[in-house]
């Protein structure tokens, strides 16, 4: 069979949502108890250690800032920085239908904006992929779900770099006392968002829907009845929290190379100076950098990869940034920032 014969009969599914809804979590567990072959969209983000990515990702990234997250409104922003990158994803998703007969493949990614969902379509279509074999899956999830699961996802990230969210949440405006509980992140989170929608729903017949808000095994019945994978599991004893155990490790690893090959610390810097107008984590300058330990350098890394990591999650949901507010508050932002960075504690 050669490449061609393999790319027509693959079966494609493309999976869309807001980011936290669990894009990822579903490509993965699509391939590790379907069999699928999972192109994480996210993939030329997570490797901007290589000059062509971090370039394609330059352009998405400015698309955020400045067009969707616009005050008037969301738009899709100029071709010429959206296109190379959902081009670049299409073409992984061709590559990946090359590898074998009968190739199932999910390309999962945020794609918020429908003309963006409609042109890696045309790029699949125009590669080889039938179109009758493409299924565009949008996930859907209750708001305070969503948070919730945001909520310790942060968390996590967050203590991981030996720090608090109370403390982390100062440097974002929050006013409280103590460590953040949940019920505090999610009314100032709902504060702090300027309640636009930004990510499109799908149009009517465009693809199919499934409601992922319970997190449980009614997530992936939804999915495999959506994709008529019924009774197909290659396990089909497992319970929810056992596939869900497998499933994560798939994630981890992910975000592990992430922060490995540098390119957790070069999005970073991509972050500050899109949003911030300078490199936000120049905070390794001063005696009290150059005179630390070894191991108080360390933390110091660690901390600093997990503020990047929290303000790359939050990056695509929020569209308020420290260019919205008034030099004052700027400052004090920055102040509180860097002194988290160097000491783990606002000081």
């Avoid at 490509?27 to 192109?39: A, P, Q, S």
């Avoid at 197909?232 to 690893?253: A, Y």
Wanted: net charge negative.
């Amino acid at each position: 069979m050669t490449d061609q014969e393999r790319i027509a009969s693959a079966k494609i599914v493309y999976i869309v949502a807001v980011s936290g809804c669990g894009k990822s979590f579903t490509g993965d567990y699509l391939e590790t108890m379907h069999g699928f072959h999972h192109v994480d969209g996210d993939f030329p983000t997570k490797n901007c250690h290589i000059p062509k990515n971090k370039e394609l990702y330059a352009g998405l990234l400015k698309c955020f800032v400045s067009y969707v997250h616009k005050e008037e409104g969301p738009e899709d922003g100029p071709e010429e920085l959206w296109k190379p990158y959902f081009e670049e994803i299409a073409n992984q998703t061709i590559d990946a239908a090359k590898k074998g007969s009968d190739q199932h493949v999910v390309l999962s990614h945020a794609t918020y904006r429908q003309s963006w969902r409609e042109f890696v379509v045309k790029k699949l279509i125009e590669g080889g992929v039938r179109e009758e074999n493409i299924t565009v899956l949008y996930l859907t999830i209750h708001p305070d779900v969503k948070l919730k699961g945001l909520y310790y996802r942060t968390k996590t990230l967050i203590e991981n770099g030996g720090m608090t969210l109370g403390e982390f949440m100062r440097t974002q405006g929050w006013e409280g006392d103590g460590d953040m509980t949940l019920s505090e992140y999610m009314v100032y989170t709902k504060k702090k968002s300027p309640g636009i929608e930004t990510c499109q729903d799908i149009p009517d017949g465009y693809g199919k829907t499934v409601d992922v808000s319970g997190r449980d095994m009614s997530h992936l019945d939804g999915v495999d009845d959506a994709l008529g994978l019924v009774g197909k599991r290659n396990d089909k004893t497992l319970t929810f929290e056992e596939i869900r155990d497998k499933v994560k490790v798939i994630d981890q690893k992910r975000d592990e190379d992430f922060a490995a090959t540098g390119s957790l610390v070069i999005l970073g810097k991509m972050l500050a100076e899109l949003t911030n107008g300078n490199d936000n984590d120049n905070d390794n300058n001063g005696d009290e950098v150059v005179n630390n330990t070894e191991e108080e350098l360390e933390k110091i890394a660690k901390r600093r990869s997990s503020l990047i990591s929290v303000e790359y999650l939050e990056c695509e949901l929020h569209r308020s940034s420290l260019s919205s507010i008034d030099n004052e508050k700027k400052k004090m932002t920055k102040t509180r920032r860097s002194s988290l960075i160097k000491t783990g504690k606002i000081e």
